[in-house]
């Protein structure tokens, strides 16, 4: 097992940045990617970002150019830099982490609205 604690969501005007951190603990190597996910009041969750062990990087498109997925391994920690943020970009945060089975954290909300 593993567990996931998020943190670094917040309220931000439009065109602004914010940094989401993830830890990861527990059967951390077994871990075989890690990522984001974001979900919106009525609509469906929806990947942000992935970032497989190997290295391999997923964004969906409607984020590409404005958002940036890291890891630290020295730390178990994965980070979403999320710039020119948008309204549309407003929703609950979650991450994830794939060992087998699917792993989330709590979730943190991110607003952005003037």
């Known amino acids: 097992q593993v567990q996931l604690v998020e943190s670094g969501g917040g309220l931000v005007q439009p065109g602004g940045s914010l940094r989401l951190s993830c830890v990861a603990s527990?059967?951390?190597?077994?871990?075989?990617?890690m990522g984001w996910y974001r979900q919106a009041p009525g609509k469906e969750r929806e990947l942000v970002a992935d970032?497989?062990?190997?290295?391999?990087?997923t964004y969906v498109n409607s984020v590409k150019g404005r958002f940036t997925i890291s890891r630290d391994n020295a730390k178990n920690t994965i980070y979403l830099q999320m710039n020119s943020l948008k309204p549309e970009d407003t929703a609950v945060y979650y991450c994830?982490?794939?060992?087998?089975?699917?792993?989330w954290g709590q979730g943190t909300q991110v607003t952005v609205s003037s």
């Open positions: 994830s982490a794939v060992l087998g089975l699917r792993y």
């Open positions: 527990g059967s951390i190597d077994s871990i075989s990617a």
């Open positions: 970032i497989t062990s190997g290295g391999t990087i």
